[in-house]
């Protein structure tokens, strides 16, 4: 994906954005990074099997609770991305816009569906046939497929959008798990892991346990087994013990930082689309979350896969490749949240080739305005 542009969603007025292959979202809480995820998962969840776009609405609480308070004269929702394309027109373009019914049900309504490819528009709606049946625009082209036919290559890479956000909790309670599509959350993770073919889960869990023994030095082995009483999937690791033969724990004695990155390596190697990470620093130790942009450049490198993250960690953002036109500052102001690519700060670029950390460059920007008044709480 290349270009973001958002109207009227959730806290953000306007949005009109580069994206690049890493994309870092930096803001102070509740600025909207979650919610600027958000706007790519919309979009995967408008051709997700069970999805669709009166569906990807509802989840959301309805068009009211999506609209940006901050709206004004054209109070419909936009959501329009740009993929693909090298320095001219991008490959395809989409776009949707949308309102909600005056009366009845208030269910959503399509205002604007437009596809281009290299700059020529192959849909826009609405059309001849949704002005004599408005019902049809309760349905968005692109989740249909007797009619996405010559777009279905982007609807299929909208398809492989993937958002992470492991909770080690849920991993641990595997029996909340509904049963239904893949959780982000990782209440499935376990059954994700399973559903994979032996052999690609077995190299997979190699080359993750590989990657663990630099963050757990006392784990020796990672495999896969069912419990042979009731068929549940479960993760075990042999960790150096007093005892010869070493001793096993199963994902229920790992600790939260060992889940996370062990969730967060599989996201990695599970899928070739973009890859959405909410703070991936979480429970891990500093010396590990730096080289995490490093471990996103070789993916990249490897499979061209697109990561975007949001982030509040000055380990993170310390590695010297990180480039500012792949972070974006989220700044809050009154009428809504502001995107801007971090090569918009005045003496920016300076301050890096004098030898400033990028951390130090852009997370000042990001800052509460008065923090240290936190410590007079309870006084």
């Not at 580069?18 to 706007?39: E, H, W």
């Not at 020529?120 to 049809?136: C, H, M, N, S």
């Not at 979480?282 to 975007?308: C, E, K, T, W």
């Not at 852009?362 to 410590?375: F, N």
Request: glycine letters at 8%.
């Amino acid at each position: 994906m290349t270009r973001l542009r958002l109207a009227n969603w959730r806290n953000f007025v306007e949005v009109d954005v580069a994206l690049q292959g890493r994309v870092f979202l930096i803001g102070p809480n509740a600025s909207g990074k979650s919610n600027l995820l958000d706007a790519f998962r919309f979009l995967h969840e408008l051709v997700a099997l069970g999805g669709g776009f009166e569906e990807a609405v509802a989840s959301r609480g309805g068009v009211s609770k999506l609209r940006c308070l901050a709206a004004r004269r054209n109070p419909d929702v936009q959501v329009a991305v740009s993929v693909g394309g090298n320095g001219g027109d991008p490959e395809w373009t989409y776009e949707i816009s949308f309102g909600q019914e005056t009366r009845g049900l208030r269910r959503p309504l399509l205002k604007r569906e437009v596809v281009k490819r290299f700059g020529t528009v192959i849909l826009r709606r609405p059309d001849r046939e949704d002005k004599d049946d408005p019902a049809r625009l309760h349905q968005s082209y692109i989740e249909q497929v007797n009619v996405n036919r010559e777009f279905r290559e982007l609807a299929d890479f909208f398809r492989t959008i993937r958002y992470v956000h492991l909770v080690p909790l849920l991993v641990r309670e595997s029996d909340r798990y509904i049963g239904y599509g893949d959780d982000p959350f990782g209440s499935d993770f376990l059954e994700q892991v399973a559903r994979t073919t032996e052999k690609t889960r077995n190299a997979r869990l190699r080359r993750i346990g590989t990657a663990l023994r630099v963050a757990v030095p006392q784990l020796q082995e990672l495999e896969f087994f069912r419990d042979p009483t009731d068929g549940m999937p479960h993760l075990r690791g042999k960790c150096e013990h007093w005892r010869p033969k070493g001793a096993w724990q199963t994902e229920e004695q790992f600790s939260d930082g060992t889940l996370r990155l062990l969730g967060l390596l599989w996201s990695i190697l599970d899928g070739s689309g973009p890859l959405l990470l909410e703070e991936p620093e979480l429970n891990l130790h500093p010396d590990v979350v730096r080289y995490l942009p490093q471990m996103f450049a070789q993916m990249q490198r490897r499979s061209g896969r697109q990561v975007i993250v949001s982030s509040h960690s000055v380990d993170l953002l310390r590695d010297e490749g990180i480039g500012l036109d792949e972070v974006l500052l989220l700044r809050p102001e009154t009428e809504g949240t502001r995107v801007e690519a971090a090569t918009e700060l005045k003496y920016a670029k300076a301050l890096l080739a004098g030898g400033v950390p990028l951390s130090d460059v852009v997370l000042p920007e990001t800052r509460p305005p008065k923090p240290e008044q936190l410590a007079l709480f309870g006084q």
